[in-house]
């Protein structure tokens, strides 16, 4: 069975540090990677995923994950975060061929300070 | 492209009751998944749709259910409601099998 465990429930932060949000899955198989933002009263917006090829994967608003296959991690990580980045952060997988079910992780909540 | 949408977008019920919920996937997209949020249990799938074929299901009591129409959009529904059901129910849509999933705003339940 695959499993995610987001390490950190709450990352406290100010604004233009640099943020990391650590994600580890365990898995048989292969899979596919992917990492979630939810703001407040909405649904989940895709930043990026891993599918295949290089291990470093660039998404929206400045966020950027590295697949580590030995570590089985997929950091989330951004340079410099904005007060709008506070949100509920969510990585999961899915199995390589096995179609839509996404196995999430319990969430880390990313709280920006000013 | 108009994005996913659900309806309703609030629900109140009571226990005992039941409850049909609306997703209406992107333009072209084929697979439509079910997800339930909770703070307790957090994101936990329920099933998954693929041209009106249910493809996956996840670990939840047959009094959830959920079906797939011909123009892609899908319902599910819960029979015989409880405190538990109260949640935050999120639908998602991909254009085939092995590509990312799209989320809806998502339909809160209140079950009193």
């Known amino acids: 069975a695959q499993s995610v465990t987001q390490l950190d429930s709450q990352v406290p932060v100010f604004e233009e540090a640099p943020v990391e949000l650590r994600c580890n899955y365990s898995?048989?198989?292969?899979?596919?990677l992917f990492w979630y933002v939810q703001y407040p009263n909405q649904g989940l917006q895709l930043l990026l995923k891993?599918?295949?090829?290089?291990?470093l994967v660039k998404g929206i608003n400045g966020f950027e994950a590295e697949f580590n296959k030995s570590q089985t991690s997929f950091h989330l990580r951004k340079p410099s975060v904005h007060i709008s980045d506070t949100a509920e952060y969510f990585c999961a997988v899915s199995i390589y061929n096995q179609g839509g079910k996404l196995i999430f992780g319990q969430g880390t909540e990313l709280s920006v300070k000013p | 492209k108009a994005g996913v949408t659900q309806t309703p977008r609030y629900l109140i019920k009571t226990r005992g009751q039941q409850v049909t919920l609306s997703c209406s996937p992107i333009s072209g997209h084929r697979s439509v998944s079910w997800y339930q949020q909770t703070p307790g249990q957090g994101l936990q799938f329920l099933f998954e749709?693929?041209?009106?074929?249910?493809?996956n299901k996840g670990n939840f009591p047959g009094r959830f259910s959920g079906r797939q129409f011909s123009n892609s959009r899908s319902e599910m529904n819960v029979s015989t409601l409880e405190l538990g059901d109260s949640a935050l129910y999120l639908c998602?849509?991909?254009?085939?099998?092995?590509?990312?999933?799209?989320f809806g705003p998502g339909t809160r339940l209140t079950v009193l």
């Open positions: 998602a849509s991909q254009p085939g099998t092995k590509d990312t999933q799209y």
């Open positions: 749709y693929f041209s009106e074929t249910q493809r």
């Open positions: 891993y599918l295949s090829g290089s291990t």
């Open positions: 898995s048989s198989v292969s899979v596919y």
